[in-house]
C-alpha cells in the first residue's frame, strides 16, 4: 500500500536529520506517481525535494559530494513538469490556482507578465525531457534547478519592443519554471503550502536567489534549438530559392526586409555573431555550429547570433549590396546612437558562397566593379533614383566601419570547378533574376544603353553560379581586392584528401 506508507512517513518517523526523510518520501512520491500516474504525487515529489534540498536549518544543507543531491534536483525538475501536464494533450499548462496534495493542497501564484516574453506570448510548453533530439551531434543540458522546458511565441497584436524587432515568432524559446516555496516545512505539517511560479530565460539570468544562496538554473537550449528545427520550412526553401530571385524568404517581410533575424532579442553589449549560409542552403544549415556555440558557457553573455538568407542563384554583387545595407539598417535600428561599443566589433563568418559575400563587407572595392558593368559613373547615368540606388549599392563596397573580423569556410574566392561550363549553363536557364533586379536593369538598358560595356551589353545578366566560374570576370577582379586594413581575416579550409600529396587539394568543391 504506498499510498499508505507514504502517508505515515509524511506524518513523521523517527530520523537523525528531517532531510534524510524528505529525500525518502521525494523518491518514493515520485517512484508512486510514475506507476499510478498521479499528478498530485508528482507534485508532492518536487516538494519534498525542494524541502530536501533548501532546509530551514542551514546546517542541513546537503553536502555537494552527496549522491542524493542531483537526485533531488532530478527530482524536483520532473516533479514540477509532470505535475503540471495536462494528460491528454501532454502540454505542460502553467496556471495560478489551487493544486490537490495527497497530504493537503499546494497554492500556486503566477504573474501574468510571466508568461510574456517581449512582444510575444509563450504558448504550447513542453517539457525537454519529453523531447528527443535528431539531427544534432551533441544534446547539451544546463544542469541546475528549475524544470527545462520549450515554449512556441505567439506575437501579441500591436505590441512592439525594439530589442525583438527581428526575432522571428516560428522560433521555439528553451525556458524553465522555478516553483519557489515559502516556509516549506511549515507547510507540510498544516498541509498548505504557498509558491510563486517563475519563469526565465537564459537571456535574462541562468541562476536564481534561494534563500540567501545563489542556485544555477536548468535549461534545454538543444532541445529548443531542434524543436525550432523540427517541421521547418527553411530546408524546403533552400533549392526554391536558388532558382527563384523573387522567391519571399520571410512570411513578414515587413519586419525582416533587410533578410537580417536575431536567435535572440538584443542585448547591448554583446558582440554580433552573422552567419551568411551558401549556395541552395539556409539558415538551418548552421544547426549544429548553433548548437556549440549556444551552449558555450564561456561565449555567453558575450555574442548575439544574427543570421542572413537571401536568395543564393542572385548575381553575388546584388546579395552582397543587400547583405551591407541590411546589416548598417539593423545596426542603426539597435543602436541609434552609437553608445554600443560591442556592436563595433561585429564578427561575420560566411560558408562558401556567402564568404563571397561576407568579403564585400570587408572590402573597398574603389571603380572595379562600376567599371566592368558601366563606362561612365552611375551619377552621369539617366535612370530613376531607385535604379540608381540599386546600382551604387551593388557596385560600390566600402568596409563596414562595424565589421571586425572576417571568417571564411571553404569560400571559393578564385572560383569553384563544381561551377562553370555545362553545369552554369544549365543553372542559367533554370534560375529566375528578381523582378527588383531585372526592372532597374532594363531601365538601364532602355535609357542609357551608350553607358553599358560592351562585356556587360554582350552577355546574360549572370547568376551567382556564373560569378563563381573561375573564369569569369567577376571572380578575377573580386579576388584582387585586399581586405580592408584592420579588419581581421580567417579562412577555415576544408580538404578532401590531405593525405595525397599530389594531387591539388579540394574538398570536392572548392579548390
Known amino acids: 500500500e504506498p499510498g499508505e506508507v507514504i502517508a505515515a512517513l509524511n506524518k513523521g518517523v523517527p530520523t537523525a536529520r528531517e532531510t534524510d526523510r524528505f529525500f525518502a518520501l521525494a523518491e518514493l512520491s515520485f517512484l508512486h506517481a510514475t506507476k499510478s500516474g498521479g499528478r498530485s504525487y508528482f507534485l508532492s515529489a518536487a516538494v519534498y525535494a525542494y524541502a530536501f534540498l533548501f532546509p530551514q536549518d542551514a546546517g542541513s ?32 499548462v502553467l496556471e495560478a490556482g489551487t493544486y490537490k496534495l495527497p497530504f493537503g493542497e499546494l497554492v500556486v501564484r503566477i504573474h501574468p507578465n510571466e508568461l510574456r516574453w517581449g512582444p510575444f506570448r509563450m504558448d504550447n510548453f513542453v517539457a525537454a525531457s519529453r523531447l528527443g533530439v535528431r539531427g544534432l551531434h551533441n544534446d547539451y543540458r544546463w544542469p541546475g534547478i528549475g524544470s527545462a522546458m520549450v515554449v512556441s511565441l505567439k506575437h501579441v497584436p500591436g505590441e512592439q519592443e525594439a530589442a525583438f524587432t527581428r526575432v522571428p515568432p516560428t522560433l521555439k524559446m528553451a525556458v524553465t519554471a522555478f516553483l519557489q516555496l515559502e516556509n516549506v516545512e511549515a507547510g507540510l505539517r498544516d498541509g498548505r503550502l504557498e509558491g510563486k511560479l517563475a519563469l526565465y530565460t537564459n537571456q535574462e539570468s541562468t541562476s536564481v536567489s534561494v534563500g540567501g544562496r545563489t542556485v544555477p538554473l536548468e535549461f534545454g537550449l538543444t532541445s529548443a534549438l531542434a524543436y525550432t528545427l523540427e517541421g521547418s520550412q527553411a530546408y524546403a526553401l533552400e ?71 537571401y536568395n543564393t542563384g542572385n548575381p553575388i554583387l546584388y546579395s552582397g549590396g543587400i547583405l ?34 561576407t568579403k564585400l563587407t570587408a572590402i573597398d572595392s574603389g571603380e572595379r566593379f562600376r567599371e566592368q558593368a558601366l563606362n561612365v559613373p552611375i551619377d552621369q547615368l539617366d535612370v530613376s533614383p531607385e535604379t540608381r540606388e540599386l546600382l551604387r549599392r551593388s557596385l560600390y563596397y566600402k568596409p563596414l566601419p562595424f565589421v571586425h573580423r572576417v571568417v571564411f569556410i571553404s569560400t571559393p574566392h578564385h572560383g569553384s570547378h563544381f561551377t562553370g561550363g555545362y553545369i552554369s549553363d544549365l543553372l542559367r536557364r533554370l534560375i529566375s533574376l528578381p523582378g527588383t533586379l531585372l526592372s532597374p536593369l532594363q531601365e538601364v538598358f532602355q535609357r542609357s544603353p551608350e553607358a553599358v560595356t560592351a562585356r556587360a551589353m554582350g552577355g546574360e545578366i549572370p ?42 587539394w579540394d574538398d570536392g568543391v572548392v579548390p
Open 61 to 92: 544543507i546537503p553536502d555537494p559530494f552527496d549522491r542524493r543531491l542531483r537526485t533531488a534536483v532530478d527530482i524536483y525538475n520532473q516533479g514540477i513538469a509532470e505535475g503540471f501536464t495536462d494528460k491528454e494533450s501532454k502540454e505542460v
Open 239 to 309: 533549392l526554391k530559392g536558388l532558382l527563384s530571385g523573387d522567391l519571399q524568404l520571410f512570411k513578414n517581410t515587413a519586419r525582416f526586409k533587410d533578410n537580417v533575424f536575431l536567435m535572440a532579442p538584443h542585448r547591448p553589449g554583446r558582440i554580433p555573431l552573422v552567419l551568411v549560409h551558401g549556395t541552395a542552403s539556409s539558415p538551418a544549415r548552421w544547426a549544429q555550429m548553433l548548437n556549440e556555440i549556444l551552449n558555450d558557457r564561456e561565449l555567453w553573455n558575450r555574442y548575439q547570433v544574427w543570421l542572413f538568407t
Open 324 to 357: 551591407t545595407q541590411g546589416l548598417r539598417s539593423v545596426v542603426q535600428q539597435l543602436d541609434p546612437s552609437g553608445q554600443d561599443e560591442a556592436l563595433r566589433k561585429m564578427v561575420v563568418i560566411g560558408h562558401s558562397q556567402g564568404g563571397l559575400l
Open 463 to 504: 547568376r551567382s553560379t556564373d560569378n563563381m566560374s573561375p573564369s569569369s570576370h567577376f571572380i578575377k577582379t573580386f579576388s584582387s581586392i585586399p581586405i580592408a586594413p584592420g579588419v581581421i581575416a580567417h579562412s577555415i579550409i576544408a580538404v578532401d584528401n590531405p593525405e595525397d600529396q599530389q594531387a591539388e
